[in-house]
């Protein structure tokens, strides 16, 4: 048998779009139907969107997301690898979402919203708009872009894990393999010892300052 290289676990939540939209809006948990039916009530709406300006727009409110959860934001140029659905308020862009697409497969590669907003539920609907859109395209799965293993109650990535799960779909594991030990060796210290992470990323984002700076 051929060596693959050191493995790890990645995971990863799969909604099956074989299903029809009444099945796949059933399957949706009670908190995620509330916030898609409120966000239709305050008059949101979720569209394409390739304009230059609108791309910008996003990614002020991406790196300011990216802030607030002490991330290092990627670069404009980076996220426009992807398409952008935005979500709008009264033509005003308050959040949105970046797809990427392989195979039979839809992959959201990114989401960020203005808080300000967040009352309105637009990523609700984003994320309900983006399944269905996947759907109507005949793919197959929609990715939601990863589920953090081992994540810890209170800490910001269990949260985000359970916003995910609230869509129907299946937690699924997949073999990740790499001749680099020590990346593998990482990946399991900073999914088992979550402040090795937050260290990690402060590291990152006072770097990240100080190049904007310089």
Not at 20 to 33: I, V
Not at 46 to 74: A, M
Not at 108 to 116: T, V
């Amino acid at each position: 048998m051929t060596w693959k290289g050191f493995k790890d676990i990645r995971a990863t939540i799969e909604i099956d779009l074989k299903k029809n939209e009444e099945e796949l809006w059933n399957s949706l948990d009670k908190d995620a139907k509330w916030g898609v039916n409120k966000a239709k009530k305050s008059k949101l709406k979720v569209k394409s969107c390739n304009d230059k300006k609108i791309w910008r727009e996003f990614h002020k409110i991406y790196t300011k997301t990216c802030q607030y959860g002490k991330i290092v934001p990627l670069s404009l140029e980076k996220i426009k690898q992807g398409k952008l659905f935005g979500c709008f308020f009264e033509e005003k862009l308050i959040a949105g979402s970046v797809i990427k697409t392989k195979k039979r497969r839809v992959i959201l590669f990114l989401n960020a919203s203005n808080h300000e907003y967040l009352k309105y539920q637009p990523n609700n609907l984003l994320y309900w708009n983006l399944i269905r859109w996947s759907k109507k395209k005949d793919f197959k799965i929609f990715d939601l872009g990863g589920y953090q293993l081992n994540a810890k109650k209170g800490d910001k990535l269990y949260e985000i894990n359970r916003f995910k799960l609230r869509w129907g779909g299946e937690i699924k594991k997949y073999p990740l393999y790499s001749k680099n030990p020590l990346y593998i060796l990482g990946r399991k210290i900073i999914r088992n010892f979550s402040f090795i992470k937050n260290a990690r990323d402060n590291i990152k984002i006072s770097m990240n300052k100080k190049k904007f700076k310089d």
